[in-house]
């Protein structure tokens, strides 16, 4: 029987919440690396992909850009797979309530504190099994292919600007070998991190890549189990608590969906067992959130009833 959340989920009228939040104002725009500040401030898209598999989008949500930061749990959901979950022991799951580039490892075990800031995506971009740095990467785009439903492709020049520039992840990497707990040398860390988050996605791809984290490890678009549900389950856990840095406490309670937001504007939303979602606005707050984006997310879960605590 559906649902009248059912209902609305199908007929919400996108191209109306994106005109309300348009009214938002503030944040500015990345300039960490040339093509990020290059980004378009004034767009906007949307996109909700549904465990019938079918994806709707408004505004900008077929507009490309670089995936950045969340792709994060998805880096957690493929060394997760490969490493049959020995990645739980190499990297902790405790929120840092500090920035994502914090140089900053965890008490004691000089392990990265968790897989949503940059220390633990280096290292669980590492652990993807893929024998050497090219293999590798090949595996880090066909995983994140199989989430997306489609075949990815990297930004070649982002991604050399994010080694070239990245001196923070180059420094983390060190400080990860030095502590004794990165495995593969700080530059082939950094190499396939930055690749990672170099990788082109739009709004509708990045809402099939979230759905497929809430629905079980399943995409819904091509029936492709990607990863088991436990570690769906594990990933989308660890979302909920530190997928947005130092405001994941406010995304919480605001929000209620477990989310990751990322310095190129997007945020990626896995409601678990009802759907994903992206959204994207490039001018960020001080903790790297899209302004617009999170105000879009707050429609989204208000009006579709998606507040994982609401009565
Ligand atoms: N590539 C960016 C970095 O590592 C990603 C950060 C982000 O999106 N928060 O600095």
Redesign the pocket.
Known sequence: MPSPDDARRRDLDLDDLLRRVRGTTGGEV?D??PQLADADPDLLGVALALPDGRVRTAGDAGASFSV???VKPFLFALALADTGGDALDRVGIEPTGEA??ALELEAGTGRPPNPMV?AG?LLTAALVDGGDADGRAARILRGLSAFAGRDLEVDEDVSRS?QLL?D??HALAHLMRSEGTLHVTADDAVEA??RS?AVLVDAGCLAVMGATLALGGRNPVTGVQVVDAAVARDVVSVMATCGV?DGSGRWMREVGVPAK????GAIVLSAPRVLGAAVVSPPLDGQ?TSVRGAAASAALSRELGLHAFAS
């Open positions: 990345d960490s690396i950045q930061s969340a994502f580039d940059n995506a994010e990245g923070r992840n991190y930055a988050c840095y937001s990322s310095v190129s790297g």
